[in-house]
């Protein structure tokens, strides 16, 4: 706990001595632009294809070093709500469409097929929805092989008590 502790401690004393002098002489921004919207808005947004057909949905944003969005991450098919696959294209394959129905819509131009046929998305640093995924897989694993288990000891258990203990003598004739 200790060692935790100076060490958060020393990188903070280390951030705020590189960044300090230079942050000082920043500007501040004051209002959000009328153009800008929030990144977290983006995730979660539907994606749309240039004929207005719903062909996935947006899972995450990656940013680069310089805090450039470079990829977005679209669930592909799937259903309730969890995709079936995960893809990413270059964020600057999208558009960022106009609010439909009061909400925004992210346009890209490709089909529901083409997004299925592209290579799954591996991720290095896994989202909440990925972590979720992952366990929720295993635990439906853990979940079957448990029903497995359960399965064959009452199929056991019913043969055991169906089966006659002591077979009764074959009456005399």
Do not use: C, H
Not at 89 to 113: C, E, P
């Amino acid at each position: 706990m200790t060692r935790t502790r100076t060490a958060l401690l020393a990188a903070g004393f280390t951030f705020a001595t590189l960044a300090g002098p230079a942050f000082a002489a920043r500007k501040f921004v004051e209002k959000q632009s009328a153009g800008d919207w929030a990144a977290y808005r983006l995730v979660g947004t539907d994606v749309l294809n240039n004929q207005a057909e719903r062909i996935g949905k947006v899972s995450e944003v990656l940013l680069d070093a310089k805090g450039q969005a470079t990829t977005v991450v679209i669930g592909v098919g799937g259903t309730l709500g969890i995709p079936e696959k995960t893809v990413a294209v270059s964020y600057a394959d999208i558009k960022i469409g106009d609010v439909v129905q009061s909400r925004r819509v992210v346009v890209l131009d490709a089909s529901t097929d083409a997004l299925k046929a592209a290579p799954a998305f591996k991720v290095a640093d896994p989202g909440s929805a990925e972590r979720i995924k992952q366990k929720a897989g295993e635990w439906y694993k853990i979940a079957k092989d448990k029903v497995t288990e359960y399965s064959k000891a009452a199929a056991d258990k019913a043969k055991e008590m169906t089966a006659p203990n002591d077979p009764a003598p074959a009456p005399k004739q």
